[in-house]
C-alpha cells in the first residue's frame, strides 16, 4: 500500500471517520470510506471500513462487502488475506475471517470500468450505516450523488486535498448511485471514432461509384 494512503487512513482513523460501535460479537462499523482516483478509462477505489469484536476472544465473523455492483475487479489488502475474500452465491463479494477482539481495519481495493469519460458506482447497503463517503482527489472528477449529498471541496488530509461527497444514514437494502465524469479517456474512443470514419469513407466510396458507372443504353448488351 503507497506511504501516502497508509498515512490516510491513519488520519482518517484519529479523526473517527471510521470508528466503529461496541457490540457483542464481531459487527461492521457504521461509516463507510470509499477513496477514489481516475486511471484511463478506469476508477481506481479503496474501501475502508472497521469491524469491532467486542467478545473477549477471537470469533469467526461471515458478512457481504458494499463493494460497487460495476466493480469488475478487487483485492484484499493489508490485515485481510486473499482467502478471506470471496466471492458469495449472488455474485456480491463476501470476507469469512476470525477477528480478534478489538478493532480491525479493512480495506479493500477494487476498480470500475469508464466508457467515454463517464462511470457508475452503485451501491446496496447490506447492514445500516451512519455515514457513507466518497473521497476524491481534489479537482480530478466531476461526481453526481443522492440527493442531500454534503460536498466539502479541498478537505485537507495527509497533506493531499480531496473533494469530499458523503450521504447521511441509510438502512438495510438502501440503493446508493454515484457518477464520476471526466474520466481520462484511453484508445476506446479513438477505435469507436476510426470505426465510423472508415464506415463513412466505405458508404462514400460505394455511392461515388455507383452514380458514376458508365451506364448501357438499351441497344447495348452486357459482356
Not at 144 to 155: A, F
Not at 173 to 180: D, E, H, Q, R, S
Amino acid at each position: 500500500m503507497p506511504r501516502t494512503l497508509s498515512t490516510l487512513i491513519k488520519l482518517l482513523l484519529s479523526l473517527g471517520l471510521l470508528s466503529s460501535v461496541a457490540q457483542a460479537g464481531p459487527v461492521v462499523g457504521p461509516k463507510h470510506v470509499f477513496i477514489v482516483y481516475p486511471g484511463q478509462d478506469t476508477i481506481w477505489g479503496s474501501y475502508l471500513f472497521v469491524v469491532n469484536n467486542d467478545s473477549p476472544g477471537p470469533e469467526a465473523f461471515s458478512f457481504p462487502v458494499m463493494l460497487p455492483k460495476e466493480t469488475v475487479d478487487f483485492q484484499a489488502q493489508d490485515s485481510l488475506s486473499p482467502q478471506e475474500l470471496k466471492l458469495g452465491n449472488d455474485g456480491g463479494v463476501r470476507i469469512d475471517k476470525v477477528f480478534q477482539p478489538g478493532e480491525t481495519l479493512m480495506q479493500i481495493s477494487f476498480k470500475l470500468p469508464a466508457s467515454e469519460g463517464k462511470a457508475t458506482a452503485s451501491f446496496t447497503a447490506p447492514y445500516a450505516f451512519e455515514t457513507f463517503g466518497v473521497f476524491v482527489w481534489q479537482d480530478t472528477l466531476d461526481v453526481q450523488g443522492p440527493q442531500g449529498l454534503d460536498i466539502q471541496k479541498g478537505v485537507n488530509l495527509s497533506g493531499r486535498l480531496f473533494d469530499t461527497y458523503s450521504t447521511g444514514a441509510g438502512e438495510v437494502g438502501k440503493a446508493i448511485t454515484y457518477t464520476f465524469e471526466k474520466v481520462p479517456e484511453g484508445r476506446g474512443r479513438l477505435w469507436v471514432i476510426g470505426g465510423i470514419f472508415a464506415a463513412i469513407l466505405f458508404l462514400a466510396a460505394f455511392s461515388l461509384a455507383f452514380y458514376t458507372r458508365p451506364k448501357l443504353t438499351h441497344n447495348e448488351d452486357l459482356v
